[in-house]
């Protein structure tokens, strides 16, 4: 989609397109913790997965970016329109999987059908998974036999999986008693809120950089509007940041101020009209409501114990020193290393104003003094020579870690598994990035590197047998903020860990766990999930600045490598 006010800011394309593009997804903890949710339904033995959420949170780009990465053994079936019958659910279902039927075929029929697919599907051992947007509008009727098309199962699973993506509604609809059956069937649950502020900030920069951007445009005179009008929910955001970018244009303006928000917000959300009120009515109600007041404060003062009259009248000069709200005193994290940017710290808020007054430096929260020796390095981006290919790249980043393949065979992400070795992929900032501290695959200026190490000035960039150096504002303002890393995975891996699960690599994470709190091993194998093993993972995960949810999923692992695992090559060492 191209904007009247790309060429003008210097951007690609547009940034606040509001069509669910995965590329320009802003990774926040909850969308994590929604895409991490999806994935582990996926790769368990549930049959269904609900997501919910507000309108525009984010759900839907959330799905999409879920389908990206979905592995290829399963096959998908997205209904974006559910306002259907049962019958012509089932045959919309059939269609996206390619299942034939004839015409005006029955409920029986189409089911026959359907479950005739999922058999000949698990024969040649794939998976599938029916996804269903909008998930509300399903009557109890069409919930109803969308259970039914669940009980086609084995032993170990069952043959259909059905994502459920819906606004809060549909937690109102599972909970009825004619649909308990239903919902003791969900084994991943997520409700994705909306952002906070300073997520807001990100998220608008993070958009800005995908499309190219240089600068960004939002002080955070303009951000504090964007939140208290879009109240953190993404589609407004990007409605109300398109439409501010195209009153800035057309006044000649270089930055977003708070009254081109306001102009803005007021042509896309229209205006509200006043509230009309009855004073008499609101006289009355309110000479009511202080009358009553008055009373109950009497009757209280009469009635109580002379020990809660001493701590309850706070504002009497004899009785004790009133309360005041102490600060909240958070986990120490891991810090992140070298050039991360917290975007909850004060600091990180002022980069935008900074930036905008010509101060790249201050953005990217390096020193000016290094920002002076960055200017004396070597060669720009657009003479480096990257490859052309993320497996390419891949291949430099498995010789940093060891690991070699002959020349016939391309390395990715899949070959990387057989010898133990997993890929993490996420789209983010440096501060992820950084926090995790691995040699990771980057894309530059669409092409392919490997970041082999970090310091204060620069990052080294390999692409097969060259290496290069470059100014770290040069890499932040040519890296689109994709990245990929390697991390080792317990034996028999095959998707977050939480309770109730068992087999080899529960095992491996008690011993783990063990070797890192010394306490003794456990040699005895088939040990299950339980909640004693869910806290010591909380425990863990509280102690390396992780959220604490008790699932060992891949950031967890990550950190346990950390500890475990002293041949993991690092972004900040010298790796060769």
């Not at 879920?66 to 998908?76: A, E, H, N, R, Y």
């Not at 009497?316 to 020193?321: A, C, D, K, Y």
Request: with cysteine.
């Amino acid at each position: 989609m191209t904007a009247i006010y790309n060429d003008y800011f210097g951007l690609k394309e547009s940034p606040f397109s509001i069509a669910p593009n995965p590329q320009y997804l802003y990774m926040s903890d909850r969308h994590r913790d929604a895409l991490a949710h999806l994935t582990y339904g996926i790769r368990g033995d549930g049959a269904f997965i609900l997501l919910t959420g507000e309108v525009g949170t984010g759900k839907t780009t959330v799905c999409r970016c879920l389908l990206d990465q979905i592995p290829k053994k399963v096959d998908t079936a997205f209904i974006l329109n559910p306002k259907l019958t049962a019958a012509e659910l089932l045959a919309a279902a059939c269609d996206d999987l390619n299942i034939k039927y004839p015409k005006k075929a029955s409920i029986k029929v189409l089911t026959d059908r359907i479950n005739a697919y999922l058999l000949n599907a698990h024969s040649k051992d794939r998976r599938t998974v029916l996804i269903i947007d909008e998930a509300q509008n399903l009557s109890i009727e069409v919930l109803e036999q969308l259970r039914l098309l669940t009980n086609l199962e084995t032993h170990q699973r069952k043959l259909l999986q059905i994502i459920l993506l819906g606004q809060p509604e549909l937690l109102t609809i599972l909970a009825k008693p004619e649909l308990r059956q239903l919902s003791q069937r969900i084994t991943a649950r997520f409700h994705l809120d909306a952002l906070n502020r300073n997520e807001i900030a990100a998220y608008i920069k993070h958009r800005l950089v995908v499309a190219g951007a240089k600068g960004t445009f939002f002080p955070n005179s303009a951000i504090n509007r964007i939140y208290k009008i879009s109240s953190g929910i993404p589609r407004v955001i990007n409605l109300i940041c398109d439409r501010s970018l195209l009153g800035a244009y057309s006044e000649g303006e270089i930055q977003v101020s708070p009254g081109i928000v306001k102009k803005a917000a007021k042509e896309i959300l229209g205006y509200r009209p006043a509230i009309r009120i009855n004073w008499q009515y609101a006289a009355i109600t309110s000479t009511a409501a202080l009358f009553v007041t008055i009373f109950m404060f009497i009757y209280a003062g009469t009635h109580q114990e002379p020990s809660q009259q001493l701590v309850g009248n706070t504002s009497h000069p004899g009785s004790l020193e009133p309360s005041v709200n102490q600060p909240v005193q958070t986990l120490p994290t891991a810090a992140a290393p070298l050039i991360a940017i917290d975007p909850r710290d004060n600091s990180a808020q002022r980069a935008p104003a900074s930036t905008a007054s010509g101060d790249p430096t201050s953005a990217a929260g390096i020193d000016r003094r290094d920002a002076v020796l960055d200017d004396k390095s070597g060669p720009s981006a657009q003479q480096f020579l990257g490859h052309e290919t993320l497996g390419a790249a891949l291949s430099d980043l498995l010789n940093i870690w060891g690991v070699g393949f002959t020349r016939n065979v391309t390395a990715s992400c899949q070959t990387a598994e057989t010898i133990g070795l997993i890929c993490y992929s996420s789209i983010t900032g440096m501060n992820e990035m950084n926090d995790f501290n691995r040699p990771v695959v980057v894309r530059l200026r669409n092409q392919w590197f490997t970041l082999k190490s970090l310091d204060k000035g620069s990052a080294s960039l390999k692409a097969g047998t060259r290496t290069y150096d470059m100014p770290i504002l040069e890499f932040i303002d040519n890296w689109d903020g994709n990245f990929t890393l390697l991390w080792r995975a317990p034996p028999a891996y095959k998707g977050p860990l939480s309770r109730g699960d068992r087999g080899p690599a529960i095992d491996w994470l008690v011993n783990r766990l063990a070797l890192i709190n010394a306490e003794p091993l456990v040699l005895t194998a088939g040990y299950i999930f339980d909640g004693e093993l869910e806290s010591k993972v909380k425990q863990f995960q509280l102690s390396s600045g992780l959220t604490p949810d008790g699932i060992a999923g891949v950031k967890t692992w990550i950190k346990i490598n950390d500890e475990d695992d002293s041949n993991t090559p690092r972004l900040t060492g010298g790796n060769s």
